[in-house]
């Protein structure tokens, strides 16, 4: 949301920040232990909220009940995570 950055998360329990105008990743955070079905920033982009749950992506038959809990996490964005790199020549 600011600077240009976007945020991508998904079901390798990962999420990047990018650079959009030079098509960079800016920053790879550690991986989570389940799927991340969700994420989203606040209205001024100082707050990461995301979802860590299973995301049914291999059906019923895997989802197991005692070690698929749902958490939601809140990630303070620092400036280093969004900030635009010089452009490669």
């Known amino acids: 949301p600011l600077a240009g950055t976007f945020v991508t998360a998904g079901s390798d329990g990962s999420v990047n920040f990018w650079d959009k105008e030079n098509k ?19 209205h001024d982009g100082t707050i990461l909220a995301y979802a860590v749950s299973y995301d049914w992506g291999k059906g019923c038959e895997y989802y197991n009940p005692a070690t698929s809990k749902n958490h939601i996490f809140l990630y303070p964005v620092q400036e280093s995570d969004i900030r635009q790199r010089a452009k490669k020549k």
Do not use: D
């Open 24 to 42: 960079q990743r800016l920053k790879a955070c550690g991986k989570c232990y389940q799927p991340i079905p969700s994420a989203a920033f606040n």
